[in-house]
């Protein structure tokens, strides 16, 4: 595999909760661990996560750091898996707005999918910045200033985004190339 090494020495948190799109998660972590990224799996509580499987219970994931011990200067990206549940319940988590804020403070990648992109509106990131998502929340984003397209991915400085679980090799295409290539000074708009 052409990027077998090259996030080495990189590190990755994904940040969730119950009812994240299993597959969104799963697929992107294995492609990140697959080209060298140490991968960590943040949520609220401590243990452990359980997915969301397209239409019942998935499975359940240890959770590597609480969100309270977790610092985000660790970490060279962030990954929001999608889901319904998963952002609508993080969005109310103080903490994991100011964590997300982080990343786009300081440049780092974000990539989010589906309906992961709600949580940047309450992270106030949003405004001005072309992206995808799930389409049943394009409203929600074109109202927080947003310019949202439908297309499989879209990467807008240190943003990627996408739409569904059809669109996650495209998605792990761009996260892999944006972490290796670093911060990106350049937006779309």
Not at 92 to 101: L, T
Not at 150 to 168: A, F, H, M, W
Request: hydrophobic share 40%.
């Amino acid at each position: 595999m052409e990027n077998q090494q090259n996030l080495k020495g990189k590190k990755v948190a994904v940040l969730m909760t119950d009812g994240f799109e299993q597959v969104e998660m799963t697929e992107p972590r294995k492609a990140l661990q697959e080209a060298g990224a140490t991968v960590h799996i943040i949520a609220p509580k401590g243990g452990s996560v359980k997915g969301w499987d397209e239409t019942e219970w998935g499975d359940t994931f240890d959770v590597d750091l609480p969100l309270a011990g977790a610092d985000p200067a660790h970490y060279d990206a962030l990954l929001l898996p999608g889901g319904v549940m998963n952002p609508d319940k993080l969005r109310m988590e103080i903490q994991a707005v100011k964590f997300i804020r982080h990343f786009f403070d300081h440049q780092k990648p974000v990539s989010a999918i589906c309906h992961a992109p709600t949580m940047l509106i309450e992270a106030d990131v949003i405004d001005g910045r072309k992206l995808t998502s799930y389409p049943s929340i394009q409203t929600d984003l074109k109202n927080a200033g947003a310019n949202w397209v439908d297309q499989e991915v879209v990467v807008d400085g240190n943003l990627i985004t996408s739409r569904k679980p059809d669109d996650i090799p495209a998605f792990n295409r761009e996260t892999i190339k944006l972490i290796g290539e670093g911060v990106k000074a350049k937006r779309t708009a």
